[in-house]
């Protein structure tokens, strides 16, 4: 699994990025939450350079090559410089022959210095031993290089504990942006890991929430062959969104994923109560009542069924919402934020949304005289 935060830093300048690294960890440290902040690349691993003496290797009749073919050939094995085979001629089969000098014999410096050297070809150049060549330098470097996209990186990974991910990376993001400002040319710095992962589950979701919005209305404006009513139906989901946010402050949840979800679920429990109160006022706004009448019938008859609505779907969301049992945690902002959507929404719908209805239609209809023309002639005879 890739670790909660990956800040990877990318380029060719190792020595100054692995700098730029080391001291970003050391200020990730100090943010709380953060834990088990470190460098992935460690640049502690001990190594022996071998300086030739080129001169001398000349005047000697050896190349840099023969000094170096030697050295991989006792220390790896002639498979490194030129690989041999074997043919069985019993079987037939082809079998790899690795010459090397035994490992207890490379133990220490001086049998490193009394390794022999020969050149590639044969009867050219005089067999030496390697300190009579080269001198050895003690220093360290990293242990592994890894790349990304062929460019090498540098990896600052960590954990978080006892406080959610997108809380530390808030704190995060003003470092990584003040190391930005002291990257050599051509390196920059890239956010993954888990922290990737959620954004980007965020990003998906958040676009999800709008197009199920969007599906919505225009799901209604087919049904209810008008742009009105399916916008007054929509009017409870401002109500929904805001109970989910309350829900998750009052109860100390985090915004996650679950919670998104159990936002997008609260949208259409909603929309389907609404529903039943716009259809139920338009039936009787075509039966002759007034558009007020007909909102405050619509409310108080459909009151049964959306209760009923919301409270089963509220009490099903109960025992998730606790967070009961192993692994309960994980689930229950899904639950939380169903429970607080649907209390917010279904107030909305019962006082909200009949209210609207009322505003928008009374606004629509006709007076009574262009209801009926005769009356608009006999007015007009009369003023004649």
Do not use: C
Not at 67 to 72: C, P, Y
Not at 205 to 225: K, P, R, S
Not at 284 to 312: D, F, I, K, Q, Y
């Amino acid at each position: 699994l890739p670790a909660p935060f990956d800040v990877q830093i990318v380029g060719r300048d190792q020595v100054k990025n692995r700098e730029i690294a080391a001291r970003l960890a050391e200020k990730i440290r100090r943010i709380d939450g953060a834990v088990d902040v470190r460098v992935q690349q460690p640049a502690d691993l001990p190594k022996l350079n071998v300086t030739i003496d080129r001169a001398k290797a000349v005047e000697l009749g050896l190349a840099e090559k023969d000094i170096a073919n030697s050295v991989l050939l006792n220390l790896s094995g002639s498979g490194q410089v030129q690989p041999g085979y074997w043919l069985n001629p019993r079987n037939g089969i082809q079998y790899l022959v690795n010459v090397r000098a035994p490992e207890h014999a490379m133990d220490s410096l001086s049998a490193l210095n009394s390794m022999p050297i020969s050149a590639s070809d044969l009867g050219k150049g005089n067999a030496q031993i390697l300190a009579n060549l080269a001198t050895f330098d003690r220093t360290s470097g990293p242990m592994v290089i890894s790349h990304y996209n062929v460019q090498p990186v540098i990896d600052v990974f960590g954990g978080v504990s006892g406080r959610d991910l997108g809380g530390v990376l808030r704190e995060i993001q003003p470092l990584v942006k003040q190391a930005e400002r002291e990257l050599p040319r051509g390196s920059y710095i890239i956010m993954r890991g888990q922290a990737q992962t959620m954004q980007s589950s965020y990003l998906g979701l958040g676009i999800g929430l709008i197009v199920a919005v969007v599906l919505i209305y225009l799901l209604l404006v087919v049904n209810f062959q008008s742009w009105l009513d399916p916008f007054i139906i929509i009017t409870a989901l401002p109500a929904a969104l805001a109970g989910v946010i309350w829900a998750l402050y009052l109860s100390f949840t985090t915004m996650s994923v679950p919670a998104l979800m159990g936002a997008i679920m609260s949208l259409g429990v909603a929309t389907s109560n609404s529903v039943l109160v716009v259809s139920f006022a338009r039936t009787s706004l075509r039966n002759g009542l007034a558009p007020s009448e007909a909102a405050l019938e619509a409310g108080t008859t459909r009151l049964r069924a959306v209760l009923m609505t919301a409270l089963a779907m509220v009490i099903g969301m109960l025992p998730l919402s606790l967070g009961l049992g192993e692994g309960g945690e994980q689930n229950a902002p899904l639950g939380r934020a169903v429970i607080g959507g649907l209390v917010f929404a279904t107030f909305a719908t019962l006082f909200f949304v009949p209210v609207v209805f009322s505003l928008l239609h009374k606004r629509r209809q006709p007076s009574a005289t262009s209801e009926h023309p005769e009356l608009e002639m006999l007015a007009g005879s009369l003023t004649v």
